[in-house]
Structure formats: structure tokens, C-alpha cells
């Protein structure tokens, strides 16, 4: 099948934006294109329409494609639960928790028909796919079981783009260490080099170029300046590098804390508060700098139990119900609201050693863990006193949520299903729904409550839709590499290797 790979000298080189600006630009220029990536690490997963589990990354570079996503175009997904211990979800579903010497030793010999069968069924749809590796393909101690990077180039023939961070330093030595540490036939599939999240004058940087082809023999198909964008990032360790908005007395209304949980998840859910004027949003692992926050944020966790003993280890725990007692509102998501409940009951030991735990005690609700999960896109109306406001989002999760009898719903589905649950004075809400503060037109209303409160006046009601946004994020990403990237040559070398012609 006519393919282009893009792998990385290491991981978060920007290997996932340089495919969904492909996927983009090839979807523009005619091409009926698909996102690729055999195995994918990350907490930060997405929903198909049919419910199956796979990384964010390759929903996100569907959407750019203009398609919709499914379980093959990501068929092996591994969440990290505990030390050295995943979730591995096949085609979408749950498929067992390993250890990583089990993983890596007993199941990858065996995946690669599963693989194949993605492979198989995107082709019957597809002419182009655009593969996104893993980390590094010269990882030698992890190389004869590596099933993302140069394996999957074998397998659908293609070449392969290295792409390289610049930020990080070092980036020549990296080039040259990743081709020294191939084999032969690996390195003749390389094909070019991109230089990413450059930041300076690109006339400093020529000779270094020059001289990496000479030494080479393959082009620098580009040089991508740093790009700020609002394109869901893959994993956590976008976290540090995220462009977050400072504490600032003179121009914030509304200071935002999000608990930055160990195994945090599908964090992703912060964003749109980071976009909101006159807010500060920050993350917070430790009691210093806490303060007294207008908002405080218990996001997604891959491990409740876990990380609630955490917070309550580091003190974390008696801070949000002290901040919440003298105004602080506080929101829970999914993990999040499991926390904030009465107790969480894990009779199977699904999550821990732990039959029962207390929660926060914020919300009158109890949260029993079972090995089944339920994974669902979801929308509905929001009740008490936030109705008025339909919402849409997914559900990634192995608790089940019961509230007693004087506790209200947070929302109805349209099923008729209640989900999450309110504080009785309104200040304290839990939810299993991803993606709520995606919901711009709710998002702007809450936060103007707030303001409301603090005898600020609000901000206005005029908000630009999610799914506009994500539009204008894929066409600025295409236009932008389209400016710093070669693709007449990347269309020669896709037409040398595939047949695949430019319209």
C-alpha cells in the first residue's frame, strides 16, 4: 500500500504533528489518506464512533484527514497503570494487563497478525497512509522486538522521514547516531530529514545542513519553526512543554488549579480553560504556591486508587477541602470524580491492594471498581444548576458511580442515563464525561458564574465552536509546513518508491 513513515531520533520529536500536517496537506491535494500507527504508549486516548480505545494522536490526524478514526489505524494502544505494568488494548478493547518483560517476550510475537489485518482492511479504503513511528527506531536494546518503527517500513515497503528535535540540542549528533545504529537496508530507507521546532534565523543553521548531506547523501526536506497551535498533544510529557498561561494580578480574573496527578490522563480536557481570556491556569503537584484557587481541578487518573492515596500523602487532600470551605469551586473528571466522593470500594483488587478507601467527602457518591470498562461517545443535557446546556464527550472508565438518595445528577444523556453528581449548593461537581470544557458555550458560562461571584463582570457569550477551531488548527498546520517543508520532493520520493503523483 503507497505509505510514508515518519519516525523520530527520540520520542516527543513532533513526530505526531508532522504526520497530522501530512495528513492534512495530502487530504487537500486529493488523496484519500490515512493515519498509521501500529503501537502506541499514551494516557491520552480517544474514542471511535464505535467505542473502541486508541491513541489520541491517530484520532486527531483522522479528523485532519477528514475521516472518521478507528481501532486500526492505532491496533495495539498500552496505558502504563503501574510501575512496569500496562493496560494492553487491542482493536479498541481491553485485552490484558502486562508486565513489560511478559509484553515484550511473550505477546509481540504474536501481534503481528493483528497488525496486518489493520493493515489490510485501512488499504480496501485508503491509497496513502502516512505512519507514525515510536521513539526511536535505534533503541538496539529493544530493537528485535520493535513492532512501530522500522518493522511496520519492512512491512509496507515505504521510506522513511527522520525527524529530529532541535530544541532539545544535540540534533546533528542525533541524526548521525540514528543512522550509525541501523542496519544497512534500514538506513536506505531513510529518505530525508526534518529539522523540528526551530527557533532563531534559519541562515545560522545552512551549513550545518549542507554538511549534513554531504556526510549523508539524504536531503533536509526542511526546517519547521516552533509552532503554537491548539492540537491535542499525545502523551504527559507534552505537559512540561505546554504554553501555559502565568498568574497574573493585573490581567486574571479567574486563577485555575489543576492537580497534576502522577498517572494523570486525558489531560487534554484542561485546554480549553488554558484558552479562556483573563484566566490563569496552572498545575500543582505539592502544597506550595496552592493558595486559594477560584477553581480547583481533579482531571483523569489511569490509577484512582492510587493516585488519591497519593494526594492524600502529600497533603493535597485536605488542602482542596480547606480551599473548598473558604470559596474555592472545585470539578472533577472521570478519576477526578471518583476522588471526590464518599468512599471507592475495589472489591477485585482491580485498581489496588485496597478493598475500600475514603474519598474527599465532597460529593455524597460511592464508586465500586469492576474489571469491565466502559468506553462511549456520549452527549446530553446538564441538569440543576447548570441546565440550559446540551454537552458531547466520551467515557473511558472501569468504575460504576452510585449516588445517594439527596445527591443530584450532573447531566442526562440522551439515553436517559444520569451521569455524575452536584453539590446541593452547586460548588462541587463530578462527571464521567471527557471533553466537557471542549463544550465551549458551558465552558464561558461557568467560568462567567464565577465571575459572577467574585462581583466581576463576565465575559462575552460569542465563543468559536470546538470543531471550527480543530478545523482552523489543521489548515494553519498545513499552510505551515507547506511554507517550511519540501513537498514537491516529498512527492518525488513518494512517486520513486509507490507510484503516488501529486494532483
Known sequence: MPSIMIQGTSSDAGKSLLVTGLCRIFREDGHRVAPFKSQNMALNSYITQDGGEIGRAQGVQ??????????????????????????????????????????????????????????????????????????????????????????????????????????RGGVFASIIGTLELLEPHERARVQGFIINKFRGKKELLDSGLDWLEQRTGIPVLGVIPHFEHDIDPEDSLALDALKLKKRDLLTADLDIAVIKL???????????????????????????????????VLPGSKNTVEDLIWLQEQGLADAIRTAHAKGSRIAGICGGFQMLG??????????????????????????????????IRNKGQLLG??????????????????????????????????????????????????????????????????????????????????????????????????????????YHILNTWSGVKQS
Open 62 to 167: 483522522a479528523e485532519a484527514c477528514g475521516i472518521e478514526a478507528t481501532v486500526d489505524m492505532n491496533p495495539i494502544l498500552l496505558k502504563p497503570k503501574a510501575h512496569m505494568v500496562s493496560e494492553v488494548i487491542v482493536h479498541g478493547r481491553h485485552f490484558a494487563d502486562m508486565e513489560a518483560f511478559a509484553y515484550r517476550n511473550d505477546f509481540v510475537p504474536q501481534v503481528m497478525p493483528k497488525i496486518e489485518e489493520s493493515i489490510n482492511r485501512l488499504a480496501e479504503t485508503y491509497n496513502l497512509l502516512v505512519i507514525e513511528g515510536a521513539g526511536s527506531p535505534a533503541e538496539i536494546n529493544l530493537k528485535d522486538r520493535d513492532i512501530a518503527n522500522m518493522r511496520m517500513a519492512d512491512l509496507l515497503d515505504c521510506p522513511v522521514f527522520l525527524a529530529a528535535d532541535i530544541e
Open 342 to 375: 464518599e468512599t471507592l470500594h475495589d472489591p477485585e483488587r482491580v485498581e489496588s491492594t485496597f478493598s475500600t478507601l475514603d474519598g474527599l467527602g465532597l460529593l455524597a457518591t460511592s464508586t465500586t471498581f469492576y474489571a469491565d470498562k466502559r468506553t
Open 385 to 490: 444548576p447548570f441546565a440550559g446546556h446540551e454537552v458531547e464527550g466520551y467515557e473511558i472508565h472501569l468504575g460504576r458511580t452510585e449516588r445517594r438518595h439527596d445527591a443530584e445528577p450532573f447531566l442526562q444523556f440522551e439515553s436517559g442515563d444520569h451521569d455524575g453528581a452536584v453539590s446541593a449548593d452547586g460548588t462541587v461537581f463530578g462527571t464521567y464525561l471527557h471533553g466537557l470544557f471542549q463544550n465551549r458555550a458551558f465552558t464561558r458560562h461557568f467560568l462567567n458564574s464565577i465571575r459572577a461571584e467574585k462581583g466581576l463582570p463576565p465575559c462575552g457569550d460569542e465563543v468559536t465552536g470546538e470543531a471550527e477551531r480543530r478545523e482552523q488548527s489543521y489548515q494553519k498546520l498545513a499552510a505551515h509546513l507547506r511554507q517550511h517543508l519540501d513537498i514537491d520532493l516529498v
Open 262 to 296: 502522577p498517572r494523570i490522563s486525558n489531560f487534554t480536557d484542561i485546554s480549553p480553560l488554558q484558552e479562556e481570556p483573563s484566566t490563569s491556569v496552572r498545575y500543582i503537584s505539592s502544597l506550595r504556591g496552592f493558595g486559594q484557587p477560584d477553581l480547583i
